[in-house]
């Protein structure tokens, strides 16, 4: 027991090693082909994301028997998304089409369908038909499918590599995607905060107005009380500052080694509720559209962290 956790332990750092700090899309797909004398094999492998690592392995009857070795080498080499590995085999015609008959076989068919109807008493013989669907009585070229299964395996991790390498492209066009929309978001905060004072001085200075107009004296220590409410109620400080850690944290998670997704799906939850809180403390137009504004690009974040493994 001890030996397999070593095993393993050692399998992911190598998996860390190998992708310490780059980001991987889980959508991808790869394709291999292998002509030879026999005929053809065919590899074609489709990554889509999902929670957890989810192989499909499609083989036709002869190769049935690779199925744990490829099960085994895709969880290996990914750790996340739903994958479908689909192997298509196709012989050549000398082989597919070089049909015998065992003679041999049939006469002992037949010889032993005469003696059982001697031994009960029957006339019925045995059809062609019914002798041709014997086993072994139509014999082709045969192939040796351990050598081809051997082929098979090797042909099946040219063609993860390809998806693999396939994954890194797209996961570092959503890497680019994100930073772009992390700038979007700070310039959105950036703005909000540089204009915050002016928006707490135009309310005064409205408060004010409207009192002057009602004609309505109020005394000054009174009237700076109400502000102060006024202003701890439209207080955005704090959310603005958890907005930037936030961001500050996404950036980090995009340079650790090994899985993202999650840790990054996490983090779009919380930027998603900070602005929900700054959209609820909104007290003027200027910061209503900043926060939906902000809560479309995080929304666009989470739909691409979606793919991130």
């Given amino acids: 027991m001890l030996d397999v956790l070593v095993l393993l332990a050692i399998e992911w750092r190598l998996y860390c ?10 959508t991808a797909f790869s394709r291999q082909q292998l ?6 094999l065919t590899w074609e492998i489709r990554s889509v994301n999902h929670r957890y690592l989810e192989s499909s392995i499609k083989l036709p009857e002869a190769f049935s028997g690779l199925e744990n070795s490829i099960r085994e080498i895709v969880r290996k080499q990914l750790q996340r998304g739903k994958v ?31 003696e059982i109807q001697s031994l ?19 014999t082709g070229q045969q192939i040796d499918v351990e050598a081809l299964g051997s082929e098979a395996v090797q042909l099946f991790e040219a063609a993860l590599e390809g998806l693999i390498e396939s994954r890194k492209r797209e996961g570092e066009s959503l890497k680019q995607a994100l930073f772009q929309r992390i700038t979007a978001i700070r310039e959105i905060v950036a703005s909000v905060r540089e204009r915050m004072p002016y928006i707490l001085d135009r309310q005064r200075k409205s408060l004010e107005d409207k009192l002057a107009e009602l004609k309505v004296e109020l005394d000054p220590a009174r009237l700076e009380q109400e502000i102060v409410v006024f202003a701890q109620k439209a207080d955005i400080d704090e959310e603005l500052d958890r907005i930037d850690s936030h961001l500050k944290e996404v950036e980090r998670v995009f340079e650790i080694k ?30 209503t559209l900043g926060a939906v504004e902000l809560k479309v690009l995080v929304e666009q974040m989470r739909e691409q962290i979606q793919n991130v493994e």
């Fill in 17 to 26: 090693t190998k992708f310490a700090v780059m980001m991987l899309s889980m």
């Fill in 35 to 40: 002509e030879k004398a026999w005929g053809s």
């Fill in 84 to 114: 479908e590995c689909r192997l298509r085999f196709q012989a050549t015609e000398s082989i597919s089409l070089g049909l015998q008959v065992n003679k041999e076989l049939v006469q002992k068919v037949t010889q032993a369908n005469s």
């Fill in 120 to 138: 009960i008493g029957s006339t019925s013989q045995l059809s062609s038909m019914e002798v041709l669907r014997w086993p072994g009585v139509i």
């Fill in 258 to 287: 090994g899985q993202k997704g999650r840790r990054l799906d996490f983090l779009m939850q919380e930027l998603n509720r900070e602005a929900n809180t700054l959209s609820s403390k909104s007290i003027v137009v200027e910061t």
